[in-house]
């Protein structure tokens, strides 16, 4: 290598190189914690150090974040704008591919990701996002773009990691068993669903009111509730009573509260038809086997609040399935949706 290509090199190692004490540069922990939201939305700032690339010893990019606060609230939001712009490169779906079954996300869903991204508790969940992008940029698991790096080398304006990184994996991430890429993709149906690397948004949209409660829906609150239940907040707890409450307690009300909706007290978990009770959950298991316990009662359900049945000569019509003087439910009718108290969530954890 020549001097001209020589010194640039030295100087991007010398001013940004990691473990630079005078830079304050911090990588996130290899060990994702679980959010806690309400801490969080309780922080000046929640989108975290700014983002920075630099040179490591061999030339090669490398990502951190400065440990500085921002200076003011239009600090605060270009570093919600890059974690979005992050995403938009490497987690939303937008054509028919990488994830089966996975239809890809339109402008309306897009846009409704993009408006959470720059709320305060959308800034939580994204940051946690684009940390897993640091994590995977620093393993050489993301393709990013030669030219551009080479251009920073020989002096010119450092790239932010949105503009370097082209949004796919590296040859070494493409056969890297650690390379999970948290994915936004979309679905034919409402509302949305979450796994434990993906969140799922319908492309009907969300309605305006829960089904069975009347409440109404504040969409950003849902999305806050599915980023429960992926690997940033805590997946075990999707699809059990005593999960799903402490979910709505955790990352669903406080953004109801801070967007100015009631929080909700009651949540109803609906149950596919004909579920057979293979959960790990023991609560769960009990409520699905309520008809096989003929002397089953609310009180040894807490916290549940009520079993709602669907009865075939009654389509589309709930009933209590415990509630007298009705207690020997026709055995052809089914449960369809379990009714959880959020107010005693904190009770206990998911089993």
């Known amino acids: 290598m020549d001097a001209r290509r020589l010194i640039p090199l030295l100087l991007a190692t010398l001013l940004a190189g990691p473990g630079h004490a005078e830079d304050g540069i911090q990588y996130p922990a290899e060990a994702r914690g679980q959010v806690d939201l309400e801490k969080e939305l309780g922080a000046p700032f929640q989108a975290g150090g700014e983002i920075l690339v630099f040179a490591a010893d061999d030339g090669s990019p490398r990502a951190g974040r400065r440990a500085a606060l921002p200076a003011a609230a239009t600090e605060e939001q270009a570093r919600r704008a890059e974690h979005f712009a992050l995403a938009r490169k490497l987690n939303l779906v937008t054509q028919y591919r990488v994830v089966?079954?996975?239809?890809?996300?339109?402008?309306?869903?897009?846009?409704?990701?993009e408006r959470f991204a720059l709320s305060d508790p959308g800034a939580v969940w994204f940051r946690e996002v684009a940390d897993d992008t640091l994590r995977l940029f620093n393993r050489g698991y993301l393709d990013y773009d030669p030219a551009a790096w080479r251009a920073f080398l020989d002096g010119g304006a450092r790239p932010r990691l949105s503009q370097l990184i082209t949004g796919k994996l590296?040859?070494?991430?493409?056969?890297?068993?650690?390379?999970?890429?948290?994915?936004?993709?979309?679905?034919?149906?409402?509302?949305?669903?979450?796994?434990?690397?993906?969140?799922?948004?319908?492309?009907?949209?969300?309605?305006?009111?829960?089904?069975?409660?009347?409440?109404?829906?504040?969409?950003?609150?849902?999305?806050?509730?599915?980023?429960?239940?992926?690997r940033y907040g805590d997946p075990r707890s999707a699809g059990l009573p005593l999960g799903e409450a402490l979910t709505v307690a955790r990352y669903e009300n406080?953004?109801?509260?801070?967007?100015?909706?009631?929080?909700?007290?009651?949540?109803?978990?609906?149950?596919?038809?004909?579920?057979?009770?293979?959960?790990?959950?023991?609560?769960?298991?009990r409520v699905l086997a309520w008809r096989q316990d003929k002397d089953l009662r609310l009180t040894d359900l807490k916290p549940v609040e009520r079993l709602y049945c669907e009865?075939?000569?009654?389509?589309?019509?709930?009933?209590?399935?415990?509630?007298?003087?009705?207690?020997?439910?026709?055995?052809?009718?089914?449960?369809?949706?379990?009714?959880?108290?959020?107010?005693?969530?904190?009770?206990?954890?998911?089993?």
Do not use: K
């Open 100 to 113: 089966p079954f996975a239809l890809p996300l339109d402008a309306e869903r897009i846009e409704l990701l």
């Open 170 to 230: 590296s040859e070494a991430g493409l056969f890297a068993q650690d390379a999970a890429v948290f994915r936004f993709f979309a679905y034919d149906g409402f509302g949305a669903m979450a796994g434990g690397a993906s969140i799922r948004l319908g492309l009907r949209g969300f309605r305006c009111n829960f089904s069975l409660s009347g409440e109404p829906v504040d969409p950003q609150a849902i999305l806050s509730h599915e980023f429960g239940h992926t």
């Open 254 to 285: 406080p953004v109801r509260r801070r967007n100015g909706f009631p929080p909700r007290s009651i949540y109803y978990l609906p149950v596919e038809p004909g579920r057979a009770p293979t959960t790990r959950d023991a609560l769960f298991n």
């Open 311 to 351: 009865c075939p000569d009654t389509p589309g019509s709930l009933r209590d399935c415990l509630a007298d003087p009705a207690r020997d439910t026709p055995a052809e009718c089914g449960l369809r949706w379990v009714a959880v108290g959020v107010e005693r969530a904190d009770a206990g954890e998911p089993e």
